[in-house]
Antibody, heavy 119, light 107 residues
Framework: QVQLVQSGAEVKRPGASVKLSCKAS????????IHWVRQARGQRLEWMGW????????KYSQNFQGRLTLTRDTSATTVYMDLRSLTSEDMAVYYC????????????WGPGTLVTVSS | SLELTQPPSVSVSPGQTARITCSGD??????AYWYQQKPGQAPMVVIH???ERPSGIPERFSGSSSGTTVTLTISGVQAEDEADYFC??????????FGGGTRLTVL
């Protein structure tokens, strides 16, 4: 069965970087883009970007230009999200999600990773 | 602009019909998707593509569109449908966006 397993919770200082992982299993990894979505406590979902697991092409939300990098390791069937220059506004649960439908929506989500930014 | 606007809250009694709207100028040309999120859980798609319902989603969930507004309709609302609902769409460049979310309360 399809699974997206995310790395554990992180606590970071302001100005630091965080790198989260999303390990996919149960399907052909290179067939589906992976998206990252975050959600601050009690707030809306915020789309961050996607990566095509096959070619490694990426697309980022303008809200994160210059701070966000998505990469993938096809041998490890894992996607990584690297967010730099953290501020308190980056404190959120970060989800990875598989784009599984031809229309572009997500059919599987990871459980989320909590990132706390605190001095 | 891919801005998507949802009402913050909708309340209905059990058995009634809930309608949650999502408005955006780009919607006539794009697919819209609907996700349900319950507290402490990851979202789950309930409507995707051209109003399609994934397997396992009850028939009481349906999607429709008219002009710049898409609507999620839940017919015969049940207590278990109480959740936050988010619309999402994407433009031709592959940029995605979510609406602000609507809290559905079952009275």
């Amino acid at each position: 069965q399809v699974q997206l397993v995310q790395s554990g919770a992180e606590v970071k200082r302001p100005g630091a970087s965080v790198k989260l992982s999303c390990k996919a299993s149960g399907y052909t990894f290179t067939n589906h883009p992976i998206h990252w979505v975050r959600q601050a406590r009690g707030q809306r979902l915020e789309w961050m970007g996607w990566i095509t697991a096959g070619s490694g092409d990426t697309k980022y939300s303008q809200n994160f230009q210059g701070r966000l990098t998505l990469t993938r390791d096809t041998s490890a069937t894992t996607v990584y999200m690297d967010l730099r220059s953290l501020t308190s506004e980056d404190m959120a649960v970060y989800y990875c999600a598989r784009e599984g439908y031809a229309s572009g929506s997500y059919d599987y989500w990871g459980p989320g990773t909590l990132v706390t930014v605190s001095s | 602009s891919l801005e998507l606007t949802q009402p913050p809250s909708v309340s209905v009694s059990p058995g009634q019909t809930a309608r949650i709207t999502c408005s955006g100028d780009a919607l006539p040309n794009q697919y819209a998707y609907w996700y349900q999120q319950k507290p402490g859980q990851a979202p789950m798609v309930v409507i995707h593509g051209d109003g399609e319902r994934p397997s396992g989603i009850p028939e009481r969930f349906s999607g429709s569109s008219s002009g710049t507004t898409v609507t999620l309709t839940i017919s015969g609302v049940q207590a278990e449908d109480e959740a936050d609902y988010f619309c999402q769409s994407a433009d031709n460049s592959g940029t995605y966006r979510f609406g602000g979310g609507t809290r559905l309360t079952v009275l």
